[in-house]
């Protein structure tokens, strides 16, 4: 006889069941269980499986990093997956902002056209800092010590790598870089092939030439 429950990933959270009876019942917490157990479908849940690319299970799993408490443990480890070599960058320390807050959200604007000059690296790296950087504040979960960053994230699991194409940005040589926010640094990606950054973006309103830098975000493992 198998122990289903102590079968790996196999628990209360993910037994099916063959009682179809409460399909119809009006309970939302019912027909979310149902849906989650393949006994119902739902044509919002399908388009969002499909967009993600997530296949039931996968949406199943998202259970565990509650009770396994495994996004606090990925977090915990995340600065063993940054690379410290001779190429890597070390940023060098933010600007201390000294205006508030308020008077920032009313001087923002978005421009099209830049002026041309070169970024200074100090300025980059505030940049990367308050946007993607770690904030040094602590979190426990369950035992475990979670670093927060400085814009919000589910379970603190931060899936997004951040991709840095420098133009013109002094002490920097044009190319992508990724950024390590554990270590605040910039890791060159060598890759061989010619990149044309005018093929990056979608139209022709992107003045690429005179810009210092451009912001990727990327979904991949680490």
Do not use: W
């Given at each position: 006889?198998?122990?289903?429950?102590?079968?790996?990933?196999?628990?209360?959270?993910?037994?099916?069941?063959?009682?179809?009876?409460?399909?119809?019942?009006?309970?939302?917490?019912?027909?979310?269980?149902?849906?989650?157990?393949?006994?119902?479908?739902?044509?919002?849940?399908?388009y969002l499986l499909n967009?993600?690319?997530?296949?039931?299970?996968?949406?199943?799993?998202?259970?565990?990093?509650?009770?396994?408490?495994?996004?606090?443990?990925?977090?915990?480890?995340?600065?063993?997956?940054?690379?410290?070599?001779?190429?890597?960058?070390?940023?060098?320390?933010p600007l201390r902002i000294?205006?508030?807050?308020?008077?920032?959200?009313?001087?923002?604007?978005?421009?099209?056209?830049?002026?041309?000059?070169?970024?200074?690296?100090?300025?980059?790296?505030?940049?990367?800092?308050?946007?993607?950087?770690?904030?040094?504040?602590?979190?426990?979960?369950?035992?475990?010590?979670?670093?927060?960053?400085?814009?919000?994230?589910?379970?603190?699991?931060?899936?997004?790598?951040?991709?840095?194409?420098?133009?013109?940005?002094?002490?920097?040589?044009?190319?992508?870089?990724?950024?390590?926010?554990?270590?605040?640094?910039?890791?060159?990606?060598?890759?061989?092939?010619?990149?044309?950054?005018?093929?990056?973006?979608?139209?022709?309103?992107?003045?690429?030439?005179?810009?210092?830098?451009?912001?990727?975000?990327?979904?991949?493992?680490?």
């Open positions: 006889m198998v122990e289903y429950e102590l079968k790996g990933l196999f628990n209360q959270n993910t037994l099916s069941t063959s009682d179809i009876s409460n399909n119809n019942n009006y309970n939302n917490q019912q027909l979310f269980d149902h849906i989650i157990r393949g006994n119902a479908n739902s044509e919002m849940l399908t967009m993600n690319h997530q296949r039931l299970n996968d949406f199943k799993s998202m259970h565990q990093y509650n009770y396994g408490n495994f996004a606090s443990l990925m977090n915990s480890v995340e600065q063993y997956n940054e690379i410290e070599n001779d190429e890597t960058i070390l940023l060098p320390k000294k205006n508030k807050l308020q008077q920032v959200l009313k001087k923002r604007k978005s421009v099209r056209n830049y002026i041309g000059l070169s970024c200074d690296l100090r300025e980059l790296s505030t940049i990367l800092m308050y946007s993607f950087g770690i904030s040094g504040r602590k979190e426990n979960f369950g035992g475990i010590v979670a670093s927060m960053r400085y814009y919000a994230s589910g379970g603190a699991l931060y899936p997004i790598s951040v991709i840095i194409y420098i133009n013109k940005v002094d002490g920097l040589k044009k190319g992508l870089y990724l950024y390590q926010p554990m270590y605040h640094s910039l890791l060159p990606l060598n890759i061989k092939t010619q990149i044309d950054i005018n093929k990056l973006f979608v139209g022709s309103n992107i003045d690429v030439k005179n810009s210092s830098f451009f912001v990727f975000y990327l979904n991949f493992p680490h």
